[in-house]
């Protein structure tokens, strides 16, 4: 299985719901990974998790909360949305090197999730 | 700011005309990475060039890329309408698992 899924496909929320996004992969990938894409931008890096620990926040605002249950789950936990973070949810993700070794880093390539499109009203 | 930037923005070409597409970065990378998005959906990747590599090759694919001028090219030979997409390039630098991508080139390909 080469794939990563992602559910929903499309979401509209209020400014006061609490939603969750989710993606799933069963490569054994243990790196994963959430970004963020405007319209007819490039995805903007929002979280990463290696071997399930997060390694990389860019800032990110609070009102975004990831979490990754085990190696092949990966959540993105929304909370009191702004009409701006409206935008198309990427996951990804990509193998990492062998835990323990110096290196755990990612140089290879990362399998994209199909996204969410999330509106925010 | 932006690590990569692309150009052309926007290219539109004939089904069997070649796209070239450029994308130059501003500090050292240890990989470079092409990738398609057809529109509103997931990005495929195409194609990783080291950065001890200068050329690379993949089907009609061809990626060149210049260490020293900090930039690389995506050359797809013989284009399809079905190449229409926008083609990011995405650079791996540091010791981080982090890909930074480039502002991309939407590619129209017309019967």
């Known amino acids: 299985d080469t794939e990563v899924t992602q559910t929903p496909k499309h979401l509209v929320m209020g400014m006061t719901n609490k939603k969750s996004l989710k993606c799933e992969q069963h490569?054994?990938?243990?790196?994963m990974y959430w970004y963020k894409q405007k319209a007819k931008k490039p995805p903007e890096l929002m979280f990463v998790y290696s071997y399930e620990k997060l390694s990389i926040n860019e800032s990110v605002p609070s009102r975004f909360s990831p979490e990754c249950p085990n190696s092949s789950l990966l959540n993105l936990h929304l909370h009191a949305l702004q009409p701006e973070d409206s935008a198309l949810y990427l996951c990804a993700s990509s193998p990492l090197g062998l835990a323990g070794a110096r290196d755990l880093s990612s140089y290879n390539e990362q399998f994209f999730g199909p996204g969410t499109r999330l509106t925010v009203l | 700011s932006q690590q990569g930037e692309e150009d052309p923005q926007a290219l539109s070409i004939q089904e069997g005309e070649n796209a070239t597409m450029n994308c130059s970065y501003k500090?050292?990378?240890?990989?470079l990475q092409w990738y398609r998005q057809n529109s509103g959906r997931g990005l495929v990747h195409l194609i990783l060039i080291r950065s001890n590599e200068r050329e690379k090759h993949s089907g009609r694919l061809r990626v060149t890329l210049d260490t020293s001028k900090k930039s690389s090219s995506l050359l797809i030979t013989a284009s399809r309408a079905a190449d229409t997409a926008s083609y990011f390039c995405a650079m791996r630098t540091g010791t981080a698992s982090k890909l930074t991508f480039g502002t991309g080139t939407r590619l129209q390909v017309t019967l």
């Open positions: 500090t050292s990378i240890n990989n």
């Open positions: 490569m054994g990938h243990r790196a």
